[in-house]
């Protein structure tokens, strides 16, 4: 059954990419971010290539947290209800702590955190109004465990947004709203374009095909894809910190 699904960070990315392969299932589209110009052109693609399918844009920053209302009621109204929400807007940037990367690390944890909960309030609070609904949080294998270097500030926020999720689940247990928290291993991105060598990453369309399957399929929690990050994540989470190190780089 075709579903409406707002994005948030759609315009590049596992947003983008997302938005695409929702659209090729036949679902209809609410899609926001900063980049309004990237949005227009996403939409034109989309209906081009799917001329059923509705899309919707609205320019959105996740850390203007009355727009972030406002934003998510006014595609409500547009289409009548808002079957699911994709909470994906965020940044990737960081410094390790005590090196003189405050800034950078406020600038994340503000957008991956609090932007998190700005846009989990408001579709939470949509879903509650019409009494379903389907809230999916992309969080990231990092997630699991404390990282170092550059990566400790987001890793704590893509914890920190996992857990808000998982919140939300066990307050709404039973009840016709359902919660997926979705940790995506290496996937290829704006986020990652760094030129290094990154171990197991995987090209977006693929990436994003693994988790466009475990959101269909309203799994609680997925890795993804699952080869090799459901068993790097279990690794991650059990083995003694020196060991550990190895694997996160």
């Known amino acids: ?9 759609a315009s590049s990315g596992l947003g983008a990419e997302m938005a695409r392969q929702f659209a090729a299932r036949g679902h209809d589209l609410a899609l926001c971010a900063r980049r309004t110009d990237r949005l227009e052109s996403l939409r034109t693609e989309i209906i081009t290539a799917h001329p059923d399918v509705r899309v919707e844009v609205r320019a959105l920053d ?14 409500h109204a547009d289409f009548g209800r808002l079957d699911r929400v994709v909470v994906n807007a965020g940044l990737g940037r960081g410094a390790p702590l005590g090196t003189g990367g405050f800034e950078t690390n406020r600038d994340t944890a503000l957008t991956n955190f609090v932007g998190a909960l700005a846009q989990t309030e408001a579709a939470v609070e949509v879903f509650r109004d019409q009494g379903s609904g389907h809230l999916v949080m992309i969080s990231s294998v990092s997630a699991v465990r404390g990282m170092p270097k550059g990566v400790t500030t987001y890793a704590a926020t893509k914890a920190g947004v996992a857990h808000l999720a998982e919140g939300v689940r066990a307050d709404l247990y039973g009840t016709p709203i359902k ?26 369309e693929k990436g994003v095909a693994a988790i ?9 929690r997925a890795y993804v894809p699952p080869w090799p ?18 694997l996160m780089g």
């Open 179 to 204: 919660v997926s928290v979705i940790y995506p291993g290496y996937i290829r991105s704006e986020m990652n374009e760094s030129g290094r060598n990154i171990p197991f990453i995987v090209a977006t």
């Open 1 to 9: 059954m075709a579903k409406t699904i707002l994005i948030t960070g």
């Open 62 to 75: 996740v850390n203007d947290h009355d727009a972030v209302f406002a934003v998510f009621r006014a595609f």
């Open 229 to 246: 990050w459901v068993p790097v994540g279990f690794a991650l989470r059990h083995l003694p910190l020196p060991l550990a190190r190895r």
């Open 212 to 220: 466009v399957e475990a959101v269909e399929k309203e799994k609680t």
